[in-house]
């Protein structure tokens, strides 16, 4: 059965599934999606809750044991199971079909992957899970759609305003849904409830207009210069700890390595960046930056951050903060 976000609060009044599989890239819907599904089970006596995450370290014997097994706390137990690649394998695809076939009547099974693709919508595990379950993809919101999404996230939280208002905060949050969603808390937590003019939108936004290190990160990935230059300067103005600075940028060029050093094994960027999880939001900038720089580009930055580690440190010479600036241009 397959229902989409939206018809899901009304599927959960009438019951509750024993499967639930839920895919897509946009983490906040998959997140809500689980808490609504959580929250009703919990109400309806499945009040243990059992996590499991499909890994290189995984056994899916461990879905059966956690099924099979009589709980202590709880007659009824909600099980989580992360399959974050979508591809559970050919144990994995046994292991589903197995379930699916008889799943235990005190146990909920949400399960949550990426998005599925043509090819795994017609393979046996997923077929099996849908034909007993409830399948909810997630889309990401069209940006056409997204203020009227806003709108509606806007009257959830006792707020409204005008066309004016909801072209700025649709401008503001540049796609991100869970950047949209702490927009609003804080409009509601500032103003209360009511209509809200573009002006007072516009002054909440201008105090919000501090930047953190994962911000930089994202610009740099974007190669958005002017923006990335002002967010230096903020985080200086801000005495943020420079190796925390630091940190970001490494890590990103680390992440960045290993995946340039796969696409010279014949990996396109495109599973590359899927192995990665890469939101899909990320995905043209990292692509662009993968594309534009060798592994050996890279691995020349990541030998710029072990110097700009010893400024830091007092050990060489130098403005840290113009080498953030360079090191930055040179991503």
């Known amino acids: 059965m397959k229902l989409y976000q ?16 839920i895919s897509g890239d946009e983490p906040l819907l998959i997140e809500e999606t689980k808490h609504d599904i959580r929250k009703h089970a919990y109400d309806n006596g499945y009040q243990e809750r059992k996590y499991l995450q499909v890994d290189k370290n995984f056994k899916w014997q461990d879905l059966l044991t956690v099924a099979n097994n009589l709980s202590l706390f709880s007659e009824r137990t909600l099980i989580e ?89 649709t401008e503001y949050v540049e796609g991100n849904l869970l950047a949209a969603v702490q927009e609003i808390e804080k409009l509601r937590l500032l103003y209360g409830g009511g209509t809200l003019s573009m002006q007072q939108i516009a002054a909440s936004i201008a105090d919000n207009s501090r930047f953190n290190i994962f911000d930089l990160a994202d610009n740099v990935l974007k190669s958005d210069h002017k923006k990335v230059i002002h967010i230096l300067g903020c985080l200086k103005n801000e005495k943020v700890e420079p190796s925390l600075i630091l940190w ?13 050093q796969s696409m010279q094994q014949n990996h396109s960027a495109d599973q590359v960046m899927q192995q990665f999880h890469i939101r899909q939001q990320r995905k043209p ?47």
């Open 285 to 331: 900038y990292v692509k662009r930056v993968l594309q534009l720089h060798s592994y050996k580009k890279i691995l020349n930055m990541l030998q710029q951050c072990a110097q700009l580690d010893r400024i830091i440190k007092g050990v060489d010479v130098g403005s840290i903060w113009d080498e953030f600036e360079k090191l930055c241009m040179v991503i």
């Open 81 to 169: 199971l992360n399959i974050p690649n979508a591809k559970p394998g050919d144990a994995g695809s046994k292991v589903l079909q197995s379930y699916a076939q008889n799943p235990p009547g005190d146990k909920i099974l949400v399960i949550t992957t990426s998005r599925l693709d043509a090819a795994l919508l017609k393979s046996s595990w997923f077929k099996a899970l849908e034909s007993k379950g409830v399948y909810i993809p997630i889309w990401p919101i069209d940006v056409a759609k997204l203020p009227q999404w806003i709108a509606q996230r806007l009257h959830r939280n006792g707020l409204k305003t005008d066309s004016s208002g909801l072209k700025l905060l």
């Open 6 to 21: 939206n018809q899901l609060p009304q599927h959960l009044k009438n019951n509750l599934a024993s499967i639930y599989l």
């Open 248 to 260: 970001v940028l490494a890590k990103e060029l680390r992440d960045l390595a290993i995946m340039a």
